[in-house]
């Protein structure tokens, strides 16, 4: 019975912890933000940069991909605590164009997306460059 109540408990603490309450004063309810959402909308956000080729996801993702099974939000790992965001991306960079540059545009595209869809703040977007494309 303690273990149900400590899972109880748990899942509790990590539905508050994507919560985001709308509407305060006039209590109209509670909406709650799966954080697949957030990682979609990071992903989308992301891929609309130039220089940025592709996300990249884990050998998982990438083995489910070629039987079909496809998941928009590969390469992207949301922490949401406290309705604070913390976003971990992996790209692929497209050749010739700047690194910290294109970084820095996609930084401020996933942060405000993020922060203007959700009403989330978004206080870390960490990119890890997971390769180069070169064009044939």
Partial sequence: M??????????????????????????VGVVQIADDVVAM???????????????????????????????LTKGVRVDVLEGNVT???AVIMEYGYNIPATCQAVQTKVKS?????????????????AGVKVKA
Avoid: F, H, Y
């Fill in 41 to 71: 909308i990071a992903s989308l956000a992301a891929t609309e940069v130039d220089g940025v080729s592709a996300m990249v996801g884990t050998i998982t993702n990438e083995l489910m991909s070629k039987v079909g099974m496809k998941k």
């Fill in 2 to 27: 303690a273990r149900r109540a400590d899972r109880k408990t748990e899942r509790r603490t990590a539905e508050e912890q994507n919560t985001v309450i709308l509407k305060k004063e006039e209590n």
């Fill in 87 to 89: 976003v971990d991306l």
């Fill in 113 to 129: 997306a993020i922060e203007n869809m959700t009403g989330l703040n978004c206080t870390d977007v960490n990119i890890r460059i």
